[in-house]
């Protein structure tokens, strides 16, 4: 039995096709984003042509982040994709979100624009915190054993809401 577990694929049918199709489309997001931003003259506009470029960027790092944790049946490969998932996750993907949106309120500020007042800087700000929701609960659920959450069971039960 543990024999066949250790030879058997991760990989179903139509996994690869999917990553592929879910980077290229990620890729193609990123780089129309950039190229759009880039032949607009970005140094007129002040501070707000580096919130799509890090928006874009931290968007794409979330996709790969979540990609890296598909599929993983295998200890070895588990760990190493949760390991690839939490480093493009905290050290590029949040960060790049959180100057971003850091730069949109400094252009906005600067401006003397107001702040949310439209659907987007709405959504924005309602995504932004859900972002945040989702970093304290997924690390909280794995850090320390899920320390923060009491551990164990207690907080294997909040992680499946991270997923």
């Known amino acids: 039995m543990g024999s066949d577990s250790a030879n058997k694929s991760e990989e179903r049918r139509g996994d690869?096709?999917?990553?592929?199709?879910?980077?290229?489309?990620m890729l193609i997001f990123v780089c129309v984003t950039w190229f759009i931003v880039f032949i607009n003259n970005p140094t007129s506009a002040g501070w707000f042509p580096v919130h799509p470029l890090l928006q874009s960027l931290g968007i794409g790092c979330f996709t790969y982040g979540i990609?890296?944790?598909?599929?993983?049946?295998?200890?070895?490969?588990?760990?190493?994709?949760?390991?690839r998932h939490q480093k493009t996750m905290l050290a590029v993907g949040f960060p790049c979100i959180a100057l971003g949106?850091?730069?949109?309120?400094?252009?906005?500020?600067?401006?003397?624009?107001?702040?949310?007042?439209?659907w987007?800087?709405?959504?924005?700000?309602?995504?932004?915190?859900?972002?945040?929701?989702?970093?304290?609960?997924?690390?909280?659920?794995?850090?320390y054993g899920g320390a923060a959450f009491g551990g164990?069971?207690?907080?294997?039960m909040l992680w499946k809401y991270h997923r």
């Open 120 to 143: 987007h800087g709405t959504l924005g700000l309602i995504s932004v915190g859900w972002l945040v929701g989702q970093v304290i609960l997924g690390g909280g659920s794995v850090w």
């Open 67 to 83: 990609l890296t944790l598909q599929p993983t049946a295998h200890p070895k490969t588990k760990a190493a994709g949760f390991q």
């Open 16 to 25: 690869k096709l999917a990553a592929y199709g879910a980077l290229a489309s």
């Open 152 to 156: 164990g069971m207690k907080a294997k």
């Open 101 to 118: 949106t850091l730069a949109i309120e400094i252009h906005k500020f600067s401006e003397g624009h107001g702040h949310f007042a439209t």
